[in-house]
């Protein structure tokens, strides 16, 4: 629309200045919204990134997996050719603490002549104990098959005389919360002596060191671990370490010591097999704390022997531990966690409305859980599974709650720019469609199609001299508490009162169609002229002024948007369409016969039937039409076919067809 100037140059020039200044204020509000999302995200990441420094994420993983573990039926070790000698309570009360080591050397004495193929002495004899100590280190120096333990950690040396290829350090690594799931298979680079106590074991079955050759050579498609493993969180990761998967507790084939030395452990039951030698009493503190125990009722008393542990430590080094656990990388986890994070973000900005966006968000929660925990159980890969969660909630909930206060802010922003002008199922409408229609907090320039009505009360300057302004206030109200309530129920917005009038527009901000919206104009103003009989005979009654209104009634369109400066914002609604209705009210005053005049332009009067279903129709051809014939409104230099509606006929009664 070009806009009529004078000195057309400097006009150009001012109005090129504005454009630009304008420009410039939108690009510097969008580069402030687009600061205040990044923001927001960035303080999500920091609080994503302490999270995971403080360590209580890793926590969380370590207990899922606990759980997972513990849920997932685990293969019995019965049937296994992996034994336990264990140095019950029973045996401390008969033969006392330590175990001397003449019985030691009866233990092994016999295992060796059943047929025992390996023998693992997992006790600490670096000193002797009793007056026979020399029997255990010629019992080690004869049986080629007995590995006698040290410890790396503690310093605690093998039986002394031990052949370096029997010798194993029984050193177990433990996560920060006490819980061994770990394994450590080997350490590269060593002497000779240093090798793992299940791997000597191994070894000692096997009669050659090929699987240790081969783990240094990295011949192996072990899923080894990394610091930042599954859902470790800067692990000491030194030598070759990777989960450790266990036998269903407490199903090794087990005897006590006392039970062995009595000739009560059949040698059919121990030949060709590997026997491992420990303490199993709780009061002698060798247990500890694996993912099973953490679930199980009164688990302080069911803590799994370091025996045991290295019996399973040994049977998955022989291939019949199950399905080994294989851990994600650090760079699966970060893109992981950055795709959930992303994805987040595009559901909290994306989903319309906030709730649904919600609900996605639940369901994203609940399908990575879900996936994270069965592919676990299931595929025996442990993913990280507590920070995608994290990124999810932080990211999705940071968007939400920046989304939430937005609309907040455009729901204050509508209800400044409209005021209470609309009706709850248009207000609904516009909050829908909040993100197309404002703008920098405002209602952006639109050409809209309406039908706009204007009305003005008849004689009002003969009645305000009567009344006082606090009784002209109330019976100017008592009229518009007719004409608003009409307006709303059917979709129409008051854009302003006029004084002792108003503009009601029907299509903005928006509308159904124009013959929609035409339809309900006309309705609307049928509603407010049988209104003003029953206002005025309420009128009469309490001895106040009758009141009389003129309405005007014209289609096409308007430019609609906000007006004005930050200060103060008007939603205007403007051009030729607003202006004939204005025309319409105030032509020929004196025509006017009724309590509420209606002249309705043929612009209006066209649309009725478009698009009209059969009641629609119905309803159209009762109506009762006086024609005006064709007037030159004022401002206007095209003539208007003029209409002046004068009510409604019964159904019953037929009615002037259009």
Same mark, same amino acid.
């Given at each position: ?29 969008? !580069? ?7 923001? *927001? ?70 295992? %060796? ?47 002394? $005389? ?66 930042? %493993? ?48 420990? %303490? ?71 989903? *319309? ?101 204007? %009305? ?50 029907? $299509? ?53 948007? *906000? ?18 209705? *204005? ?19 043929? !612009? ?24 005006? $014939? ?29």
């Amino acid at each position: 629309m070009r806009l009529p100037c004078i000195a057309r140059v400097g006009h150009d020039i001012h109005c090129e200045s504005t454009i630009c200044c304008s420009q410039l204020v939108i690009r510097r509000r969008r !580069a402030t919204a687009l600061a205040q999302v990044m923001a *927001s995200y960035g303080l999500a990441a920091l609080v994503l990134w302490a999270l995971e420094l403080s360590r209580v994420l890793e926590s969380v993983n370590l207990l899922s997996y606990d759980l997972i573990t513990y849920l997932r039926p685990a293969p019995s070790a019965r049937t296994l050719p992996i034994l336990l000698i264990g140095i019950s309570e029973s045996d401390i009360q008969t033969y006392g603490w330590p175990i001397d080591d003449s019985l030691l050397c009866r233990a092994i004495d016999r295992l %060796s002549a059943d047929g025992v193929r390996a023998i693992g002495l997992d006790i600490y004899r670096d000193k002797g104990v009793g007056a026979q100590q020399q029997c255990l280190r010629d019992a080690v120096q004869r049986t080629p098959q007995l590995v006698s333990i040290f410890n790396v950690a503690e310093s605690i040396a093998p039986i002394p $005389g031990t052949p370096t290829r029997q010798r194993g350090y029984n050193d177990l690594v433990i996560d920060v919360d006490g819980v061994v799931r770990r394994d450590l298979v080997h350490v590269s680079g060593q002497e000779e002596a240093f090798v793992t106590l299940p791997m000597r074991l191994l070894e000692t079955l096997q009669g050659h060191n090929r699987q240790r050759l081969a783990i240094e050579k990295g011949q192996t498609d072990t899923n080894w671990l990394g610091p930042d %493993s599954g859902g470790y969180y800067g692990l000491d990761a030194a030598g070759y370490q990777r989960m450790l998967t266990f036998a269903q507790p407490g199903s090794f084939r087990q005897w006590t010591l006392q039970q062995l030395l009595e000739g009560r452990v059949p040698a059919r039951a121990v030949r060709g097999s590997t026997v491992l030698i420990g %303490s199993t009493a709780p009061t002698l503190r060798d247990l500890f704390e694996v993912p099973h125990t953490r679930f199980r009722a009164g688990a302080s008393q069911q803590l799994m022997s370091g025996v045991e542990i290295h019996a399973n430590r040994l049977l998955q080094l022989q291939g019949l531990g199950g399905a080994q656990i294989r851990s994600s990388s650090l760079a699966l986890t970060n893109a992981i966690v950055l795709l959930t994070a992303l994805l987040a973000a595009l559901v909290a900005e994306r989903v *319309s409305p906030i709730r649904r966006g919600l609900l996605l968000l639940v369901l994203l929660l609940l399908a990575w859980s879900t996936a994270a925990m069965g592919l676990l159980l299931l595929g025996h890969l442990w993913l990280e599974l507590s920070e995608p969660l994290v990124a999810l909630l932080l990211f999705g909930g940071t968007g939400l709650l920046r989304r939430g206060a937005l609309a907040q802010q455009q729901r204050q922003q509508i209800q400044r720019l409209l005021g209470q002008t609309t009706s709850p199922a248009v207000a609904n409408q516009l909050w829908n469609q909040r993100e197309a229609l404002l703008s920098d907090g405002r209602f952006e320039g639109r050409q809209l199609e309406v039908t706009a009505i204007f %009305s003005d009360t008849r004689n009002f300057t003969t009645v305000s001299e009567g009344l006082a302004p606090a009784e002209l206030l109330n019976w100017l109200n008592r009229g518009m508490a007719y004409c608003v309530p009409a307006i709303s129920r059917r979709g129409g917005m008051v854009n302003k009162f006029t004084g002792d009038g108003f503009l009601a527009v029907f $299509g903005a901000p928006v509308g159904v169609s124009p013959a929609a919206d035409a339809r309900a104009a006309v309705q609307t103003v049928l509603e407010i002229q049988q209104g003003m009989e029953q206002l005025n005979a309420e009128l009469e009654a309490d001895g106040e002024p009758a009141m009389a209104l003129r309405i005007g009634v014209h289609s096409g369109p308007v430019l609609a948007g *906000s007006m004005g400066s930050s200060e103060r914002l008007e939603y205007a609604v403007i051009g030729d369409t607003v202006n004939c209705a *204005s025309r319409l009210e105030s032509i020929d005053k004196t025509r006017h016969d009724n309590l509420c005049r209606v002249l309705v332009s043929s !612009a209006t009067r066209d649309l009725l039937l478009e698009q009209a279903s059969a009641e629609e129709r119905h309803w159209c051809q009762r109506l009762i039409w006086n024609d005006w $014939g064709s007037l030159h409104v004022k401002g206007r230099h095209e003539p208007l076919q003029i209409w002046e509606l004068r009510g409604i006929a019964p159904a019953a009664a037929g009615a002037t067809q259009m």
